[in-house]
């Protein structure tokens, strides 16, 4: 079994922003990253998602010194929830190049995180 990378998202300090399209063409759901990895994404929503919803998703990833990349687009399956707080999301056959990007945004984040502050 690989072991796959995440990282918890401190949105005090770093927010990530994430919109969620139930379907092509709906109103997006505005919300934020908790935890992410190259596979997945949990995010806070003001309204949460039934498991199995297929789900379209624009991630606002940062790069190197907090310089904001151009947003990734992903589809999805939301495959859990928290009632009133949010929804994990596996992602469905993201690209290498897309991949790339979360491992990168991943190794970042957990950079940070073990910074002294």
Do not use: W, Y
């Amino acid at each position: 079994m690989q072991v796959v990378p995440t990282a918890q998202v401190d949105s005090k300090t770093t927010l990530i922003g994430v919109a969620v399209m139930e379907r092509p063409g709906a109103l997006p759901l505005r919300g934020h990253a908790e935890d992410l990895s190259a596979h997945g994404i949990f995010v806070v929503l003001p309204r949460v998602l039934q498991v199995g919803t297929q789900v379209e998703l624009t991630i606002d990833l940062m790069g190197d010194v907090g310089i904001p990349r151009a947003p990734v687009l992903l589809r999805g399956t939301v495959v859990n929830l928290v009632t009133g707080v949010g929804v994990g999301i596996r992602f469905d056959d993201p690209s290498p190049e897309v991949t790339a990007q979360l491992d990168e945004c991943v190794r970042q984040l957990r950079s940070a995180a073990q910074e002294p502050r």
